[in-house]
């Protein structure tokens, strides 16, 4: 589950309209939300406040294995409707499967004058983090420089890590660090330029989309605005082949080199995403919410005319290191995900599979031809059933003997994360981990 900082980031990037998938480094994300999920560790807490739509607080607290805690602030200079952990949209606070919106070119803020002077502010997000008793300190920075610009400031202060270094000590602990980060996205390119102080380290990532992009928002239609399936087109409409998945191929690479270290690295990838037909993009919808079933009824249920997937291969070159994964929505709830990773020079590989399982609970039930059984069935026109989402479970298991199984849900007003790591190929030790995690969120 998401912490309240990263929940707060994402609405950012969403109330600013920037799209954080487009970056080469989310290239493999949704095959990561089902096999590379983070079970927790121990008992965690945390307790998260917006007392205006402007600032928010954060606090957590690690009771196992060890005793220590952090205090957050959050600030943003645009309005961000943040929910408590009762009316939050489940699936904002989850690493799932989903395919991505087809990419357009981001919109800068409206200008406003005032007697000739330009009167709106250029957005921002600071962010800090006080972890106790280490005394580290964790900070961002985010500002949108331009329509197609977004500057980012990254640093870590951790004194003990620090000290270690200084004493030629090897510790877990990385030393203080600052990183800058320049993100260009055009729609149809979207390069990051990055530079990381301690090592001095130099990279640029770069991915392009192939095929047609998504249209500004001033140039939809009404169909489109309104969500009204019966008045759009289907993405891949005018270029539909016979047989086959239909989609969009993205491709990228990076390239980085660190002067400290004298050495260098590169990388290279591509992903092929298929959407359903005729769904519009994510952030025309309504969002889901558990507690609203009104949120529902803009999407009608048609049957998928191809599964939503997505399939990625990575190569590193240099490491040897290739890998490929596929992971496909199978059902309404149910997605699939398989990953396979191989090394050239070594011939080491690993077979990782895994799952993602909605729970909903249904708020009410209409019987079709008298069989309530069937309320899923698909019916032109129809609306999705008003179903509250409970939770997910995700479980992966690969050939390392690792297996990993998480359930995530909400009680009351309360997020839980419980979660277990096993390795079935040591008898004396087969629970490598066990953790719970409780969240709460409040606003106003």
């Known amino acids: 589950m998401h912490p309240f900082a990263t929940y707060v980031l994402r609405s950012y990037y969403k109330a600013t309209g920037?799209?954080?998938?487009?970056?080469?480094?989310?290239?493999?994300?949704?095959?990561?939300?089902?096999?590379?999920?983070?079970?927790?560790?121990?008992?965690?807490?945390?307790?998260?406040?917006?007392?205006?739509?402007?600032?928010?607080?954060?606090?957590?607290?690690?009771?196992?294995?060890?005793?220590?805690?952090?205090?957050?602030?959050?600030?943003?200079?645009?309005?961000?409707?943040?929910?408590?952990?009762?009316?939050?949209?489940?699936?904002?606070?989850?690493?799932?499967f989903r395919v991505f919106d087809q990419p357009r070119r981001p919109e800068g803020k409206e200008e406003v004058f005032l007697a000739g002077e330009r009167m709106d502010l250029r957005d921002y997000l600071l962010y800090g983090r006080l972890y106790i008793p280490t005394g580290r300190l964790d900070a961002l920075y985010s500002t949108r420089i331009s329509a197609t610009l977004q500057g980012l400031v990254a640093a870590i202060s951790d004194p003990r890590a620090d000290y270690s270094h200084s004493r030629g000590l090897r510790t877990g602990a990385s030393p203080s660090n600052i990183m800058f980060s320049l993100q260009h996205d055009t729609g149809r390119w979207c390069t990051e330029y990055t530079y990381s102080a301690e090592d001095s380290m130099v990279g640029v990532r770069t991915l392009y989309n192939f095929g047609r992009l998504g249209a500004p928002l001033d140039s939809l239609d009404e169909g489109e605005k309104t969500g009204d399936s019966s008045k759009m087109k289907r993405i891949d409409e005018e270029e539909a082949m016979e047989g086959g998945l239909k989609g969009r191929i993205s491709a990228g690479a990076e390239v980085y080199f660190s002067a400290k270290e004298k050495s260098a690295g590169v990388s290279t990838g591509i992903r092929f995403t298929t959407l359903p037909d005729a769904t519009p993009p994510s952030f025309l919808l309504t969002p889901e919410s558990s507690s609203s079933a009104s949120s529902l009824h803009h999407v009608p249920q048609t049957p998928f005319v191809q599964p939503p997937t997505t399939i990625t291969a990575l190569f590193n070159p240099m490491m040897g290191h290739i890998s490929g994964a596929y992971a496909a929505r199978v059902s309404r709830d149910l997605s699939l995900c398989s990953r396979f990773d191989f090394n050239v020079y070594s011939y080491e590989s690993e077979w990782t599979v895994g799952t993602e399982w909605w729970l909903r609970r249904s708020k009410h039930r209409t019987a079709l031809s008298g069989d309530n059984d069937h309320v899923d069935v698909a019916i032109p026109e129809a609306p999705w059933p008003v179903d509250e989402v409970t939770g997910v479970v995700k479980a992966r298991a690969s050939t390392s003997n690792d297996v990993a199984l998480m359930w995530e849900g909400r009680l009351q007003n309360i997020l839980i994360s419980l979660g277990v790591v096993s390795n079935l190929s040591s008898g004396s030790k087969p629970i490598k981990s066990l953790g719970l995690e409780v969240s709460y969120f409040s606003s106003g």
């Open 18 to 96: 920037w799209n954080e998938d487009n970056l080469y480094a989310n290239i493999t994300r949704s095959s990561n939300a089902i096999l590379d999920f983070t079970v927790p560790r121990g008992l965690h807490f945390s307790i998260s406040k917006s007392p205006n739509p402007l600032f928010k607080t954060t606090y957590s607290m690690n009771a196992l294995p060890s005793l220590n805690g952090s205090v957050g602030y959050i600030f943003t200079t645009c309005d961000l409707d943040v929910k408590g952990s009762k009316d939050v949209r489940f699936k904002d606070l989850i690493d799932r």
